[in-house]
T-cell receptor, first 115, second 115 residues
Framework: DTGVSQNPRHKITKRGQNVTFRCDPI?????LYWYRQTLGQGPEFLTY????????KSRLLSDRFSAERPKGSFSTLEIQRTEQGDSAMYLC?????????????FGSGTRLTVV | DQQVKQNSPSLSVQEGRISILNCDYT??????FLWYKKYPAEGPTFLIS?????DKNEDGRFTVFLNKSAKHLSLHIVPSQPGDSAVYFC??????????????FGKGTHLIIQP
Protein backbone atom coordinates (compact mmCIF):
# COMPACT_ATOMS: atom_id res chain seq x y z
CA ASP A 1 0.00 0.00 0.00
CA THR A 2 1.49 3.31 -1.05
CA GLY A 3 -0.56 5.54 1.21
CA VAL A 4 -3.35 7.97 0.34
CA SER A 5 -3.53 8.71 -3.37
CA GLN A 6 -5.15 11.79 -4.88
CA ASN A 7 -5.85 12.51 -8.53
CA PRO A 8 -5.30 14.70 -10.35
CA ARG A 9 -2.35 16.48 -8.71
CA HIS A 10 -3.15 19.71 -10.49
CA LYS A 11 -6.32 21.02 -12.13
CA ILE A 12 -6.81 24.30 -13.95
CA THR A 13 -10.38 25.13 -14.84
CA LYS A 14 -12.37 28.07 -16.08
CA ARG A 15 -14.78 29.79 -13.75
CA GLY A 16 -18.21 28.20 -13.95
CA GLN A 17 -16.98 24.75 -14.90
CA ASN A 18 -17.47 21.64 -12.75
CA VAL A 19 -14.52 19.68 -11.42
CA THR A 20 -14.19 16.33 -9.68
CA PHE A 21 -11.31 15.05 -7.58
CA ARG A 22 -10.66 11.49 -6.49
CA CYS A 23 -9.12 10.13 -3.32
CA ASP A 24 -8.03 6.54 -2.70
CA PRO A 25 -7.41 6.02 1.03
CA ILE A 26 -5.24 3.42 2.71
CA UNK A 27 -7.19 0.23 2.14
CA UNK A 28 -7.83 -0.76 5.75
CA UNK A 29 -8.79 2.76 6.86
CA UNK A 30 -12.52 3.18 7.40
CA UNK A 31 -12.48 6.94 7.91
CA LEU A 32 -11.87 9.41 5.08
CA TYR A 33 -11.61 13.20 5.33
CA TRP A 34 -11.51 16.15 2.96
CA TYR A 35 -9.71 19.37 3.84
CA ARG A 36 -9.00 22.56 1.93
CA GLN A 37 -5.85 24.63 2.29
CA THR A 38 -5.39 28.11 0.91
CA LEU A 39 -2.13 30.05 0.76
CA GLY A 40 -0.80 30.99 4.18
CA GLN A 41 -3.48 29.05 6.03
CA GLY A 42 -3.65 25.68 7.70
CA PRO A 43 -5.90 22.93 6.35
CA GLU A 44 -9.62 23.58 6.93
CA PHE A 45 -11.98 20.68 7.55
CA LEU A 46 -14.67 20.12 4.90
CA THR A 47 -16.24 16.72 5.55
CA TYR A 48 -15.60 13.15 6.63
CA UNK A 49 -16.91 9.67 6.03
CA UNK A 50 -16.98 6.56 8.14
CA UNK A 51 -17.20 3.77 5.60
CA UNK A 52 -19.80 5.05 3.12
CA UNK A 53 -21.67 7.30 5.55
CA UNK A 54 -20.95 11.02 5.47
CA UNK A 55 -20.97 11.89 9.18
CA UNK A 56 -20.00 15.53 9.36
CA LYS A 57 -19.93 18.51 7.02
CA SER A 58 -18.36 21.89 7.68
CA ARG A 59 -20.22 25.10 6.95
CA LEU A 60 -17.42 25.69 4.42
CA LEU A 61 -19.01 22.99 2.28
CA SER A 62 -21.45 25.09 0.29
CA ASP A 63 -24.24 23.67 -1.88
CA ARG A 64 -21.85 23.69 -4.83
CA PHE A 65 -19.70 21.05 -3.13
CA SER A 66 -20.64 17.40 -2.91
CA ALA A 67 -18.64 14.45 -1.67
CA GLU A 68 -19.32 10.77 -2.02
CA ARG A 69 -17.78 7.52 -0.90
CA PRO A 70 -20.02 5.01 -2.65
CA LYS A 71 -18.65 1.69 -1.43
CA GLY A 72 -16.67 2.86 1.55
CA SER A 73 -13.46 2.78 -0.46
CA PHE A 74 -12.45 5.68 -2.71
CA SER A 75 -14.11 9.09 -2.48
CA THR A 76 -14.87 11.89 -4.91
CA LEU A 77 -15.25 15.60 -4.24
CA GLU A 78 -17.15 17.57 -6.87
CA ILE A 79 -17.32 21.33 -7.12
CA GLN A 80 -20.02 22.71 -9.38
CA ARG A 81 -19.92 26.15 -11.02
CA THR A 82 -16.41 26.84 -9.78
CA GLU A 83 -15.50 30.31 -8.53
CA GLN A 84 -12.09 31.93 -8.21
CA GLY A 85 -12.38 31.62 -4.44
CA ASP A 86 -12.38 27.85 -4.82
CA SER A 87 -8.73 27.97 -5.85
CA ALA A 88 -6.92 25.98 -3.16
CA MET A 89 -5.18 22.74 -2.34
CA TYR A 90 -7.72 20.01 -1.63
CA LEU A 91 -6.35 17.42 0.76
CA CYS A 92 -7.72 13.97 1.47
CA UNK A 93 -6.78 11.95 4.53
CA UNK A 94 -7.72 8.61 6.02
CA UNK A 95 -7.53 6.94 9.41
CA UNK A 96 -8.76 4.04 11.47
CA UNK A 97 -11.44 4.55 14.09
CA UNK A 98 -8.96 4.09 16.89
CA UNK A 99 -8.90 7.49 18.42
CA UNK A 100 -7.69 10.84 17.26
CA UNK A 101 -4.23 10.37 18.75
CA UNK A 102 -3.24 8.18 15.84
CA UNK A 103 -3.55 11.11 13.51
CA UNK A 104 -4.47 10.98 9.89
CA UNK A 105 -2.48 9.98 6.84
CA PHE A 106 -2.78 12.74 4.26
CA GLY A 107 -2.43 12.50 0.53
CA SER A 108 -0.34 14.96 -1.45
CA GLY A 109 -3.41 16.92 -2.46
CA THR A 110 -5.02 18.26 -5.62
CA ARG A 111 -4.17 21.85 -6.43
CA LEU A 112 -7.12 23.60 -8.07
CA THR A 113 -6.69 26.85 -9.96
CA VAL A 114 -9.83 28.58 -11.21
CA VAL A 115 -9.14 31.16 -13.92
CA ASP B 1 -12.00 33.59 14.53
CA GLN B 2 -8.79 31.58 14.80
CA GLN B 3 -9.30 28.93 17.47
CA VAL B 4 -5.75 27.60 17.04
CA LYS B 5 -3.03 30.20 16.73
CA GLN B 6 0.58 29.87 15.72
CA ASN B 7 1.90 33.38 16.08
CA SER B 8 5.33 32.80 14.59
CA PRO B 9 5.13 32.43 10.80
CA SER B 10 8.78 31.40 10.71
CA LEU B 11 11.59 30.30 12.98
CA SER B 12 15.29 29.91 12.24
CA VAL B 13 17.41 27.59 14.41
CA GLN B 14 20.99 26.41 14.15
CA GLU B 15 21.57 22.72 13.50
CA GLY B 16 22.07 20.80 16.75
CA ARG B 17 20.22 23.34 18.90
CA ILE B 18 16.69 23.08 20.28
CA SER B 19 13.72 24.18 18.19
CA ILE B 20 10.65 25.32 20.11
CA LEU B 21 7.41 25.84 18.22
CA ASN B 22 4.47 27.38 20.04
CA CYS B 23 0.72 27.10 19.69
CA ASP B 24 -2.17 28.74 21.55
CA TYR B 25 -5.82 27.80 21.47
CA THR B 26 -9.02 29.47 22.57
CA UNK B 27 -11.59 26.66 22.57
CA UNK B 28 -11.69 25.07 26.03
CA UNK B 29 -13.52 22.07 24.56
CA UNK B 30 -10.41 20.94 22.70
CA UNK B 31 -9.07 17.86 24.41
CA UNK B 32 -6.63 16.38 21.91
CA PHE B 33 -3.75 18.13 20.22
CA LEU B 34 -1.55 17.07 17.34
CA TRP B 35 1.47 18.34 15.45
CA TYR B 36 1.93 17.81 11.73
CA LYS B 37 4.96 18.45 9.55
CA LYS B 38 4.67 19.46 5.91
CA TYR B 39 7.25 19.53 3.15
CA PRO B 40 6.56 21.44 -0.10
CA ALA B 41 4.35 19.57 -2.59
CA GLU B 42 3.46 16.92 0.00
CA GLY B 43 0.54 16.45 2.36
CA PRO B 44 1.01 17.02 6.11
CA THR B 45 2.58 14.13 8.03
CA PHE B 46 1.48 13.25 11.55
CA LEU B 47 4.29 13.84 14.05
CA ILE B 48 3.10 13.56 17.64
CA SER B 49 -0.04 14.05 19.71
CA UNK B 50 -1.08 14.68 23.29
CA UNK B 51 -4.26 14.17 25.22
CA UNK B 52 -5.54 16.85 27.57
CA UNK B 53 -5.10 14.50 30.51
CA UNK B 54 -1.33 14.67 30.04
CA ASP B 55 1.11 17.52 30.15
CA LYS B 56 3.95 15.93 28.22
CA ASN B 57 4.46 13.35 25.49
CA GLU B 58 7.81 12.34 24.09
CA ASP B 59 8.79 10.48 20.93
CA GLY B 60 12.48 10.38 20.15
CA ARG B 61 13.72 13.89 19.41
CA PHE B 62 10.19 15.32 19.62
CA THR B 63 8.42 16.35 22.83
CA VAL B 64 5.08 18.08 23.11
CA PHE B 65 4.16 20.01 26.25
CA LEU B 66 0.63 21.03 27.13
CA ASN B 67 -0.34 23.77 29.59
CA LYS B 68 -4.12 23.57 29.84
CA SER B 69 -4.54 26.50 32.18
CA ALA B 70 -2.71 28.74 29.72
CA LYS B 71 -4.28 27.05 26.68
CA HIS B 72 -0.79 26.68 25.28
CA LEU B 73 1.23 23.87 23.79
CA SER B 74 4.71 23.66 22.42
CA LEU B 75 6.75 21.25 20.33
CA HIS B 76 10.42 20.80 21.21
CA ILE B 77 12.84 19.26 18.73
CA VAL B 78 16.22 18.28 20.16
CA PRO B 79 18.67 18.23 18.50
CA SER B 80 17.46 20.00 15.38
CA GLN B 81 18.54 18.46 12.09
CA PRO B 82 18.51 19.82 8.52
CA GLY B 83 15.70 17.41 7.59
CA ASP B 84 13.50 19.10 10.19
CA SER B 85 13.20 22.15 7.94
CA ALA B 86 9.49 22.19 7.07
CA VAL B 87 6.20 23.85 7.96
CA TYR B 88 4.80 22.64 11.28
CA PHE B 89 1.07 22.76 11.95
CA CYS B 90 -0.57 22.57 15.34
CA UNK B 91 -4.05 20.99 15.30
CA UNK B 92 -6.76 20.36 17.88
CA UNK B 93 -9.85 18.22 18.25
CA UNK B 94 -12.82 18.21 20.60
CA UNK B 95 -12.97 14.42 20.54
CA UNK B 96 -10.40 12.12 22.07
CA UNK B 97 -12.07 8.79 21.50
CA UNK B 98 -14.07 6.95 18.90
CA UNK B 99 -11.99 8.16 16.01
CA UNK B 100 -10.59 11.37 14.64
CA UNK B 101 -13.22 13.90 13.73
CA UNK B 102 -12.60 17.28 12.14
CA UNK B 103 -9.37 18.88 13.24
CA UNK B 104 -8.83 22.62 13.61
CA PHE B 105 -5.40 23.65 12.34
CA GLY B 106 -3.23 26.69 12.98
CA LYS B 107 -1.64 28.60 10.12
CA GLY B 108 1.70 26.89 10.55
CA THR B 109 5.26 27.85 11.44
CA HIS B 110 8.02 27.53 8.85
CA LEU B 111 11.04 26.05 10.65
CA ILE B 112 14.40 26.62 8.99
CA ILE B 113 17.39 24.71 10.31
CA GLN B 114 20.63 26.45 9.48
CA PRO B 115 23.90 24.50 9.16
Amino acid sequence: DTGVSQNPRHKITKRGQNVTFRCDPISEHNRLYWYRQTLGQGPEFLTYFQNEAQLEKSRLLSDRFSAERPKGSFSTLEIQRTEQGDSAMYLCASSLSQGVGYGYTFGSGTRLTVV
Amino acid sequence: DQQVKQNSPSLSVQEGRISILNCDYTNSMFDYFLWYKKYPAEGPTFLISISSIKDKNEDGRFTVFLNKSAKHLSLHIVPSQPGDSAVYFCAASEYSGGGADGLTFGKGTHLIIQP
